[in-house]
């Protein structure tokens, strides 16, 4: 009998599974390392910090404005291209400390032209802000400040709720300094990304069947995370903590002083 072309093109190939998983650690080392720059730059440069905060001030607010799809394309570019420039100048200034440890003119026109790449940047987002949020403004200056209630689609609130999450997850990780962006330490990510899920179960639906299968999902996502030894039952819990409390709080408030809306 004979095999099919695709066994027979596959069947002398020396899969090792080591070498799999070798492969697979090298790649997320990779994304670590680039996760421990982020907070390494965000920990030491002031202006990071600045950066990052007005970003998610900027998003949270473009996204529960309603903007369109197009212009939230536009504001994510724009504060990427802010956020990239400030750390290609973060790692500029550590090269050129590093190779002219004393004061040189060379020295200095590189520290001067990587800040002017921030400066354009920072400029064009001031631009793009005033384009996108200028009507918007008027607007509410033409209705005497009155408040609007707060309206959100339900895609972009989820995006914006497990972004957070992972923002918080890091951040604590970085705090207490054990394991790595993406795996092991406290808190556990794995755990507080499925309760936030099982938490916004809970608004999105009154269906008991689903209730139990999204919590019995984060209970299976916590035990996996505590038998395989990566993480201690106290940082699954933790972790499970912050990822339902922090989803509770947001669609708590939204439903409080608006609605979601598909």
Same mark, same amino acid.
């Given at each position: 009998m004979k095999?099919?072309?695709f066994f027979?093109?596959?069947?002398?190939l020396?899969w090792d599974?080591?070498?799999?998983r070798?492969?697979d650690?090298k790649?997320?080392d990779?994304?670590?390392?680039?996760?421990?720059?982020?907070?390494?730059?965000?920990?030491?440069e002031k202006?990071?910090?600045v950066?990052?905060f007005?970003s998610i001030?900027?998003?949270?607010?473009?996204?529960?404005?309603?903007i369109?799809?197009?212009e939230l394309?536009?504001?994510a570019?724009?504060?990427?291209?802010?956020?990239i420039?400030?750390?290609?100048?973060t790692?500029?200034?550590?090269i050129?400390d590093l190779i002219?440890?004393?004061?040189h003119?060379?020295?200095?026109?590189a520290?001067?032209?990587?800040?002017?790449?921030?400066?354009?940047? @920072? $400029?064009?987002a001031i +631009?793009?802000g005033?384009l996108? *949020?200028?009507d918007?403004?008027l607007n !509410?200056?033409?209705?005497?400040l009155?408040m609007?209630r707060i309206?959100?689609?339900?895609g972009?609130?989820?995006?914006?709720?497990l972004g957070l999450?992972?923002l918080?997850?890091v951040?604590?990780?970085?705090?207490?300094?054990?394991g790595?962006p993406?795996?092991?330490?406290?808190?556990?990510?794995?755990s @507080? $990304?499925?309760?936030s +899920?099982f938490a916004m179960?809970? *608004?999105?639906?009154?269906?008991?069947r !689903?209730?139990l299968?999204?919590?019995l999902?984060?209970?299976?996502?916590a035990?996996?995370r505590?038998k395989?030894k990566?993480?201690?039952f106290k940082?699954v819990?933790?972790?499970?903590a912050i990822?339902?409390?922090?989803?509770?709080?947001?669609?708590?408030?939204?439903?409080?002083f608006?609605?979601?809306?598909?």
């Open positions: 095999k099919f072309r027979k093109k596959y069947q002398d020396d599974i080591k070498k799999e070798e492969r650690r790649i997320i990779s994304f670590n390392f680039a996760i421990e720059g982020t907070i390494e730059t965000i920990r030491h202006h990071m910090k950066h990052v007005v001030v900027i998003i949270t607010i473009a996204i529960l404005t309603n369109s799809k197009l394309m536009v504001l570019l724009t504060i990427s291209l802010v956020l420039t400030e750390l290609i100048n790692s500029v200034e550590a050129v002219s440890p004393e004061r003119v060379l020295a200095k026109l520290k001067d032209v990587a800040a002017a790449g921030v400066l354009i940047s @920072a $400029i064009n +631009i793009v005033y996108i *949020f200028y918007r403004i !509410i200056f033409n209705t005497n009155q609007t309206a959100a689609r339900t972009n609130i989820v995006a914006i709720t999450i992972c918080i997850v951040t604590l990780k970085a705090f207490w300094g054990k790595t993406l795996e092991g330490g406290m808190p556990s990510g794995h @507080a $990304i499925a309760f +899920i179960i809970l *608004f999105l639906t009154s269906d008991i !689903i209730l299968l999204g919590l999902m984060a209970l299976l996502v035990q996996s505590v395989s990566i993480h201690s940082e819990f933790v972790g499970g990822g339902f409390l922090t989803t509770f709080l947001i669609f708590s408030i939204i439903s409080a608006g609605g979601l809306y598909n």
